[in-house]
């Protein structure tokens, strides 16, 4: 059962141009999602998070935006940068389950000088 | 601060025999888990720690794979015998354990190749 989705294989930005990267979920339990970006032959690095109770947040060029009507959350990169390009994997989690965490399949990001 | 370790990077074997992963987490960190990561997905659950106990290994094929963490620190994942399927990226990651809003941080995985 893939409770955590994300569509969209591959995405190609234009540096400084903004890029968006979208999930969605269908366990209405969880209460947590995160975003992690993945380079080659590297370990996912955590890059945000937001808690259910939250429906933005904010890191510097990164900001999630969480509908939890929809059932979906979405990572906004301004202005994007060519080293952005890696994979970008959103996670989310139920903490009255153990805060167990459920991946989805990765969106490839190319962003192009 | 020290991230999750893994090792090896990298293990070729043929299949039926039996491989050995390790993995430290970040000093502290009460929760450890392990992932396998099959190309073009995203990494599935094998196995989740609380300290030295088990929390989730409901995706675990038990027939053939097992793991331990003794003294509730380093953990050893095992696959025996392994068969082509296996192969992936097995990734240990970490957590405080508190049950608060804590991310998990991901060592750099051991590339397991079946021949």
Redesign the interface.
């Given at each position: 059962d893939q409770q955590v989705k994300q569509n969209s294989p591959s995405l190609s930005v234009q540096e400084g141009r903004i890029s968006i990267l979208n999930c969605d979920y269908t366990n209405s339990m969880f209460d947590y999602f995160l975003w992690y970006k993945k380079y080659p032959a590297e370990g996912p690095t955590f890059l945000i998070s937001i808690s259910s109770i939250k429906d933005k947040n904010e890191d510097g060029r990164f900001t999630v935006f969480l509908n939890k009507s929809a059932k979906h959350l979405s990572l906004h990169i301004v202005p994007s940068q060519p080293g952005d390009s890696a994979v970008y994997f959103c996670a989310a989690s139920d903490r009255n389950n153990f805060n167990k965490f459920y991946f989805g399949s990765g969106t490839k990001l190319n962003v192009k000088p | 601060e020290a991230g999750?370790a893994?090792s090896p990077r990298y293990k070729i074997i043929e299949k039926r025999q039996s491989v050995a992963f390790w993995c430290n987490p970040i000093s502290g960190h009460a929760?450890l888990?392990w992932y396998q990561q099959i190309l073009?997905?995203?990494?599935?659950?094998l196995i989740?720690f609380?300290n030295n106990g088990v929390?989730?290994d409901s995706q675990l094929p038990k027939d053939r794979f097992s793991a331990e963490r003794l003294k509730g620190v380093d953990s050893t994942l095992k696959i025996q015998p392994a068969k082509l399927e296996d192969s992936a990226v097995y990734?240990c990651?970490s957590?405080l354990?508190r049950?608060?809003?804590?991310?998990?941080?991901?060592?750099?995985?051991t590339?397991l190749s079946i021949l």
């Amino acid at each position: 059962d893939q409770q955590v989705k994300q569509n969209s294989p591959s995405l190609s930005v234009q540096e400084g141009r903004i890029s968006i990267l979208n999930c969605d979920y269908t366990n209405s339990m969880f209460d947590y999602f995160l975003w992690y970006k993945k380079y080659p032959a590297e370990g996912p690095t955590f890059l945000i998070s937001i808690s259910s109770i939250k429906d933005k947040n904010e890191d510097g060029r990164f900001t999630v935006f969480l509908n939890k009507s929809a059932k979906h959350l979405s990572l906004h990169i301004v202005p994007s940068q060519p080293g952005d390009s890696a994979v970008y994997f959103c996670a989310a989690s139920d903490r009255n389950n153990f805060n167990k965490f459920y991946f989805g399949s990765g969106t490839k990001l190319n962003v192009k000088p | 601060e020290a991230g999750v370790a893994q090792s090896p990077r990298y293990k070729i074997i043929e299949k039926r025999q039996s491989v050995a992963f390790w993995c430290n987490p970040i000093s502290g960190h009460a929760t450890l888990y392990w992932y396998q990561q099959i190309l073009g997905q995203g990494p599935k659950l094998l196995i989740q720690f609380q300290n030295n106990g088990v929390v989730d290994d409901s995706q675990l094929p038990k027939d053939r794979f097992s793991a331990e963490r003794l003294k509730g620190v380093d953990s050893t994942l095992k696959i025996q015998p392994a068969k082509l399927e296996d192969s992936a990226v097995y990734l240990c990651a970490s957590s405080l354990g508190r049950g608060g809003l804590e991310p998990q941080h991901f060592g750099d995985g051991t590339r397991l190749s079946i021949l």
